[in-house]
């Protein structure tokens, strides 16, 4: 306990060192990161896991006391971030408002994206509507973080002061700037989804397992964003372990695709592995077909033309897209190659409703590639007939 005036403005009520101010931060911190991947991103936002009431409760309350985020805001501009990503209507795209905007300025980013109502109520059905949410979380979002800089200066001092600081820049900083604004600009890819999205690195334990952020965009339902065996999720790991005392169910994971063999022509088997694992299909294709010809011919081509071929040049410029164009009118083989995977996302992309007719469409698109006489297309071909979906357990 403070023995004068001057030892409680130091170091507050509990007069704690550095290493438990320490401890303090990093579990406060961490909890903070827990309720947004959680609760409003894996469990309100996409509907991947649901949590006992008594923890959706702490989760808001926290997420209240030490952000001032509403739930329907935070959700609603996510959910309008994959329905509009990349675009002009992205709140929040590297690609749009530039990497130096949004890695800086995400919290201005947010701040705009919660000034537009219309957004707000169209994407932000299904979140809290109690008394609780009506006349304290809502309306009185700020109070929580004043409440909290009184509690951190009563038990800690100016230190908690300074903690308090830290806190409130946390989340802007790792969730609006580096994974709104890195996670779409610079990382590796697992699977060449439609837009911009990377893993920043395998693991980042402070972050909640949002820096696999790839992983995420190809399926965003799925409550467990790791996908390779080199890859961890702290967030997987955590609603594992609240699973097991019976506070989390796991709604969905992403399925992992398996390989059938001497499969004859595809079938609706093929087809409805290939629709939930699309992403990965183009991926296939990539690097089991364009990447081992590009290096069999010993071609050098620059890396950003080099995705050009992965993704079918959807982020190059103009004058990037025709010196692509331009090198594959020079290379018949890698240009039907290019028209292949063309042809293929296109029958993904445009799937019928009636599943006879995209099933024809998939039949001759693998007979024309057995015929193409290029072997990498051939054995692709043979492969994907034979595509399937293994469910992991949950």
Request: overall charge positive.
């Amino acid at each position: 306990m403070p023995a004068s005036l001057l030892d409680f403005l130091s170091g507050g009520l509990l007069q704690a060192g550095f290493g438990w101010l320490a401890l303090y931060f990093l579990v406060a911190t961490q909890l903070t990161i827990f309720s947004v991947t959680l609760y409003l991103h894996r469990s309100m936002t996409h509907r991947g896991v649901d949590f006992h009431p008594v923890l959706n409760h702490f989760f808001r309350f926290w997420l209240w006391l030490t952000t001032s985020m509403i739930t329907r805001e935070w959700v609603a501009i996510h959910r309008k971030h994959h329905a509009t990503c990349e675009t002009e209507e992205d709140p929040h795209s590297p690609q749009t408002k530039g990497i130096k905007t949004v890695f800086w300025r995400g919290v201005e980013l947010y701040r705009e994206a919660r000034a537009d109502r219309e957004s707000i109520g169209k994407y932000g059905k299904g979140c809290p509507d109690d008394a609780i949410e009506r006349h304290l979380y809502t309306p009185h979002a700020t109070m929580g973080p004043v409440l909290l800089l009184v509690l951190s200066f009563t038990l800690f001092g100016f230190a908690g002061v300074a903690m308090w600081a830290l806190q409130m820049a946390w989340i802007p900083f790792w969730a609006a700037g580096v994974v709104n604004g890195l996670g779409h600009w610079w990382g590796y890819r697992n699977f060449e989804t439609t837009d911009k999205a990377t893993n920043l690195t395998p693991w980042a334990f402070w972050i909640g397992g949002e820096e696999l952020h790839n992983n995420h965009h190809a399926f965003p339902s799925s409550a467990r964003f790791s996908m390779r065996r080199f890859e961890f999720d702290i967030g997987w790991t955590a609603i594992r372990a609240l699973q097991t005392v019976r506070l989390a169910k796991v709604l969905r994971v992403a399925p992992t695709l398996d390989v059938r063999p001497n499969i004859a022509m595809p079938d609706r088997e093929t087809l409805r592995a290939l629709l939930a694992v699309r992403f990965q299909a183009m991926t296939d294709y990539y690097r089991r077909v364009t990447l081992p010809t590009l290096r069999e011919s010993e071609e050098r081509l620059p890396r950003k033309l080099r995705r050009g071929l992965a993704d079918g040049g959807r982020w190059l410029d103009a004058d990037k897209r025709a010196r692509l164009q331009a090198w594959l009118d020079e290379r018949p083989q890698m240009a039907t190659l290019a028209a292949y995977r063309q042809r293929l996302q296109q029958v993904l992309d445009e799937r019928s409703h009636d599943a006879h007719e995209t099933l024809a469409r998939l039949h001759a698109w693998c007979e024309e590639a057995e015929q193409s006489g290029i072997k990498a297309l051939q054995q692709f071909s043979a492969r994907l007939k034979g595509y399937t979906l293994v469910q992991a357990a949950h």
